[in-house]
């Protein structure tokens, strides 16, 4: 028996995983350099209110990457993967529907608008971008097909999740502020991540629908 141990293939293309942590990267990315823009009616746009963007964007992508990883441990398929881009879609749309609702009695009530831009970050931030971190412990274990392949697999698409964060940093505060406003572009990366989700979930969809290659009589092989 061999040493190696192989992974459950969860039948997606690597090349799509790959292409969505890439994606998941640039929406993290846009939302926070969107999120000072939000903030700044009510708190403005100092260097207090990015410490507490940055603070909850760490801290939630420090719980997406815990949960994630355990929750990759549990049969690892497609389906789940694509509604994380589907719930992470849906639980932004109150930064766009609800951010006055949430920020304008907090500001009434809070003075300090350092604690006051940190509660109005927890609310508003935490649930997608955790959420959004989960993708990618996810990926690497959909992408992972033995132990010895692992770190190469690991290291590959942090890499190209990273250069989608970059994009999306360079793309949003380059030249999105300048051609749409901030709704807009919450529009647009709410609606990268639902069609990034549903194409997940249409190609594992048709993938599964194949007769598996086990099943073929063997007198027809």
């Not at 009616?41 to 603070?55: A, H, L």
């Not at 999306?168 to 529009?187: C, H, K, P, R």
Request: charged share 10%; aromatic share 12%; glycine share 10%.
């Amino acid at each position: 028996m061999s040493s190696k141990k192989r992974a459950v293939s969860s039948g997606l293309p690597p090349l799509l995983i790959i292409s969505m942590a890439f994606i998941s990267g640039f929406c993290i990315m846009a939302i926070e350099m969107l999120g000072a823009r939000i903030m700044a009616p009510y708190f403005g746009g100092s260097q207090v209110v990015w410490g507490s963007i940055i603070t909850i964007f760490m801290l939630a992508l420090a719980m997406g990457y815990l949960l994630g990883g355990r929750l990759s441990t549990r049969n690892p398929n497609g389906t789940t993967f694509g509604l994380f881009f589907i719930g992470a879609a849906l639980f932004c749309l109150p930064i766009i529907l609800f951010a006055d609702l949430t920020m304008r009695p907090i500001f009434l009530n809070i003075e300090d608008p350092r604690y006051g831009s940190l509660l109005a970050c927890i609310i508003m931030y935490f649930v997608p971008i955790g959420i959004l971190g989960m993708i990618s412990p996810y990926s690497v274990r959909l992408l992972v097909q033995s132990q010895d392949h692992s770190g190469h697999m690991a290291g590959q698409l942090f890499f190209i999740s990273t250069l989608g964060s970059a994009a999306g940093t360079l793309a949003t505060s380059f030249y999105f502020v300048l051609w749409f406003d901030v709704n807009q572009i919450m529009w647009g990366s709410i609606a990268a991540l639902l069609m990034a989700g549903g194409v997940i979930l249409l190609i594992d969809y048709l993938r599964n629908a194949q007769p598996s290659p086990a099943r073929v009589p063997s007198h027809e092989k």
